[in-house]
């Protein structure tokens, strides 16, 4: 069994800056893609980010990409979301999961452990 934890979720004002932790344990190994998906009241979940094995390379989504970085410790176990010049869009739960080694970082159905989310608001 593979447990995925995200964490560092919180309130922010407008152009303020936050950074959000994640780790997967268990059954599971650095060499393992991680993303991180967004879910907004009254929406669908969006994708935000995600790298490969081991945060070999990196892909964000359009509404993110510029402001949002995801990055790994030296020891590829913690995988970082970097979140730059919020914005009150960017209010959400953000989730950080496990991808399979074959799929798309982009899409939902290719991860197979998910975290159970934390909270990000950005208000003035």
């Known amino acids: 069994q593979v447990r995925v934890v995200e964490s560092g979720g919180g309130l922010v004002r407008p152009g303020d800056s936050l950074r959000l932790s994640c780790t997967a344990s268990?059954?599971?190994?650095?060499?393992?893609?991680m993303g991180w998906f967004r879910q907004a009241p009254g929406k669908e979940r969006e994708f935000v980010a995600a790298d490969t094995g081991s945060g070999r390379a990196t892909l964000y989504g359009d509404s993110v990409k510029g402001r949002f970085t995801i990055s790994r410790n030296k020891a590829k176990t913690t995988v970082y979301l970097q979140m730059d010049s919020l914005r009150p869009e960017d209010t959400a739960v953000y989730y950080c999961a496990r991808r399979r080694f074959v799929g798309t970082a982009s899409e939902e159905k290719d991860y197979d452990y998910w975290g159970q989310g934390t909270q990000v608001t950005v208000s003035s």
């Open positions: 268990g059954r599971t190994t650095a060499a393992y893609p």
